[in-house]
C-alpha cells in the first residue's frame, strides 16, 4: 500500500550537528507534509511543500522536493535535544498513510 | 494558538466494555480523521469525516466502531465491544479543507487518548 518511506531508519546525532532524513512516496502529490513525533505523543506538523515548489524554509527547518524522483528531505540545522524524536513524511492527502519514520536520537 | 484536545488522556477499559474517545477539533475545520497507533507500530488511518458522514475507513473501522459529530464542536469515536487488541493511542486531526480536487492543508493532531484494554 502507498506510504512515506523514510530513511535512515535511525539517526543519531551530536547536538549542533545538522540532520539530514529521506523521504520516498510512490503516487502523484499535490503537496508533502512533515510531522514529528515525540515519544507516544501526538503528532506535530512540520512543514507542508507544495508540488510546484523545490525547497522550503521554517526556521532550522529546510525542506525540499523533487517530484520527478518522487523525493523529499528534510533537514534541521543545528540539533538540539529537544529535536529528538521520529519524523514521518506521510503520503496521502485526505487519508494520511504513515511509514516507520525517522528515529532522530540528538546526543548532548 | 488554535488546537485539537482530546479527552481522556488515558482510559482503562475491560474487554467487552464499550468506550467513547472525545475530540474537539479545531472550530473553523470541515474535515476530521481517527487514527491509531499501536504500541511500536505505524500509526494508521481508521476514517474521514465530512458534511456529518463518513468519507472514508480502512479495514480496521469495523462495526465495532463508529464516529459522531453530536454537537457543533465535538467530534467521538465509539467502540461498542472492546478487545484486547484495541489498545493502542487513538489520534483525532482536523483540516480546513478536503475536497475532492483540491489540496489538501496540513493535519492538526490531538495528542491521542491512550486505551488500555485489560
Known amino acids: 500500500s502507498q506510504q512515506g518511506e523514510e530513511d535512515p531508519q535511525a539517526l543519531s546525532i551530536q547536538e549542533g550537528e545538522n540532520a539530514t532524513m529521506n523521504c520516498s512516496y510512490k503516487?502523484?502529490?499535490?503537496?508533502l507534509q512533515w510531522y514529528r513525533q515525540n515519544s507516544g505523543r501526538g503528532l506535530v506538523h512540520l512543514i507542508l511543500i507544495r508540488s510546484n515548489e523545490r525547497e522550503k524554509h521554517s526556521g532550522r527547518l529546510r525542506v525540499t522536493l523533487d517530484t520527478s524522483k518522487k523525493s523529499s528531505s528534510l533537514l534541521i540545522t543545528a540539533s538540539r535535544a529537544a529535536d529528538t524524536a521520529s519524523y514521518f513524511c506521510p503520503e496521502g492527502a485526505q487519508k494520511l498513510v504513515f511509514g516507520q519514520g525517522t528515529r532522530l536520537t540528538i546526543n548532548p | 494558538e488554535p488546537e485539537v484536545t482530546q479527552t481522556p488522556s488515558h482510559q482503562v477499559t475491560q474487554m467487552g466494555q464499550e468506550v467513547i474517545l472525545r475530540c474537539v477539533p479545531i472550530?473553523?475545520?470541515?474535515?476530521f480523521y481517527w487514527y491509531r497507533q499501536i504500541l511500536g507500530q505505524k500509526v494508521e488511518f481508521l476514517v474521514s469525516f465530512y458534511n456529518n458522514e463518513i468519507s472514508e475507513k480502512s479495514e480496521i473501522f469495523d462495526d465495532q466502531f463508529s464516529v459522531e459529530r453530536p454537537d457543533g464542536s465535538n467530534f467521538t469515536l465509539k467502540i461498542r465491544s472492546t478487545k484486547l487488541e484495541d489498545s493502542a493511542m487513538y489520534f483525532c486531526a482536523s483540516t480546513t479543507s478536503g475536497l475532492a480536487g483540491t489540496s489538501y492543508n496540513e493535519q492538526f493532531f490531538g495528542p491521542g487518548t491512550r486505551l488500555t484494554v485489560l
Open positions: 472550530s473553523n475545520h470541515l474535515y
Open positions: 503516487t502523484s502529490i499535490n503537496n
